[in-house]
């Protein structure tokens, strides 16, 4: 399984940034996909996760109402829409496939991760 990770960059705080992640080597709509962040000197986080349908989601409180995730399954993408960001989620955000149809909220949740793109929001 491969996982490309698209979208960081350099941001305004206030402003946004949408990262995608796409998946190959097995079937995709099957699992619940998710993303974390690690920013240096941290470890590795929770930021949001959805399940193989795209109707549950879960979010870490820190980014309820500003980040979304989504995904489309005909694609084999997921998604992260980051809205009015703030310097404190400046980290390399990683998008993970879960091992499960569910959406899994820990590290111990996923089997497969992406190599991670950086998101650095200055304020």
């Keep these: 399984v491969q996982l490309e990770e ?3 960059g350099l941001v305004q705080a ?3 940034l949408s990262l995608s992640c796409v998946a190959s080597g097995r079937i995709f709509k099957l699992f619940g996909m998710g993303w ?3 920013a240096p000197g941290k470890e590795r986080e929770f930021v949001a996760a959805i399940d193989w349908s795209g109707e ?3 979010y870490a409180d820190s980014v309820k109402g500003r980040l979304t995730i989504s995904r489309d399954n005909s694609k084999d993408t997921v998604s992260l ?3 009015k960001l703030k310097p404190e989620d400046t980290a390399v ?3 993970a496939a ?3 149809s569910i959406a899994a909220v820990t590290t111990a949740g996923y089997a497969y991760w992406g190599q991670g793109t950086q998101v650095t929001v200055s304020s």
């Design 36 to 38: 974390f962040r690690q």
């Design 98 to 100: 879960g091992r499960y």
């Design 14 to 16: 206030g402003g946004s």
């Design 81 to 83: 829409q980051m809205n």
């Design 56 to 58: 549950d989601r879960s």
């Design 93 to 95: 955000y990683y998008c």
């Design 6 to 8: 698209s979208g960081g």
